[in-house]
């Protein structure tokens, strides 16, 4: 009986991964006609359809999916192999990465420092939640992940995470809107709160709560909430003076330097959110040393203030 073979695994995968035949096409470096081909080579040797038409996208059939989730760590394992008979340097292929729009700066200097050692690899980058992230190593649609989350919550799931340090928050203010709120010790923190709304990360984020908290720990009532999962979109918003942002230190270093932007609470109020720790992960059955080499160069050019212990996370 004829098998599939690793290329019929990695077509499925790729058109399970992308959805559609021309886009696996592209990745794959080969024509549309050939992944079809493909495609109705491995379904005939199984006997089953692996996917269906939902407009001009494809879908894994309940047969396809079982069929990805088979080869994905079969796949894996071979290019590990293989891997191990060739210097890192020489390793071609595309690495899928997840990242936060806050991730987006130390990512940057992750990708200038991983192209002078491995000058083959190529990317595909995208932006997700962090708990999205995680799971999504898990299940193979990412190889690595830079992303924030609560270390107590990274035994949750099968990956392995390495800190990259801390990154500061504050809650931000345009300071044209502080007048009215000012007193002798400074900005009273419920009139501000009475005044103007928050702006702030979505309840799905694990230091939301906590960021609230520092202002209920002064006995302030919360009376108007925003969220907004874009970091970069909630700095323009305060900026435009349409209320108080929970924003990171790296990127409102400039405004705030500039005096465009000004702690909503005063610089000693004693409101402070915890920061936030980084991390760089990748599934825990999916390590290799391509992706290890990938995650040493995201600690040495991390931008966010050092963590000096690297933490593992299997379930």
């Known amino acids: 009986m004829k098998l599939p073979n690793a290329t019929h695994m990695e077509t499925v995968c790729c058109i399970g991964s992308v959805g559609t035949f021309s886009a696996a ?36 059939t309940l047969d396809g999916r079982r069929f990805v989730e ?16 060739k210097d890192a340097a ?18 940057a200097a992750m990708l200038r420092a991983v192209r002078q050692a491995m000058p083959r690899l190529d990317f595909d980058l995208e932006t997700r939640l962090s708990g999205r992230m995680a799971r999504a190593l898990e299940q193979g649609e990412l190889d ?46 419920q009139a501000v709160l009475d005044r103007y709304p928050l702006w702030c990360v979505p309840r799905p984020t694990w230091h939301f709560e906590l ?14 909430l925003n969220t907004c999962n874009n970091l970069p979109a ?37 409101v402070c959110p915890p920061p936030l720790e980084f991390f760089v992960a990748c599934a825990a059955d999916r390590q290799n040393a391509v992706l290890n080499r990938i995650m040493d160069a995201a600690v040495s050019t991390s931008r966010f203030k050092r963590q000096p212990a690297a933490r593992k996370a299997a379930g």
Do not use: K
Not at 35 to 56: C, D, M, N
Not at 70 to 83: R, S
Not at 215 to 223: E, K, N, P, W, Y
């Open 25 to 60: 096409a592209a990745c794959l470096n080969t024509t549309q006609s050939a992944i079809s081909a493909r495609v109705r080579e491995v379904e005939s040797l199984l006997g089953v359809p692996l996917f269906q038409r939902s407009g001009r996208s494809v879908e894994l």
């Open 70 to 85: 088979a080869a994905q760590p079969l796949l894996q394992q071979l290019h590990d192999f293989a891997g191990s008979f």
């Open 90 to 107: 020489g390793s071609t292929g595309r690495i899928r990465i997840g990242v936060g729009n806050t991730g987006m700066r130390s990512v």
């Open 144 to 189: 690595l992940a830079v992303f924030t989350m609560a270390p107590a919550d990274l035994g949750r799931y099968r990956i392995i995470a390495r800190s990259l340090g801390l990154e500061t928050l504050q809650w931000l203010i345009a300071p044209s809107l502080m007048g009215p709120t000012r007193t002798r010790r400074g900005p009273d923190v």
């Open 211 to 224: 960021a609230l908290d520092s202002l209920r720990s002064r006995g302030a009532t919360i009376r108007r």
């Open 234 to 270: 909630t700095a323009e918003i305060v900026l435009g003076g349409a209320g108080i942002g929970l924003l990171t230190d790296h990127l409102t270093e400039d405004h705030r330097r500039q005096g465009r932007l000004i702690p909503a609470f005063g610089r000693h109020g004693g």
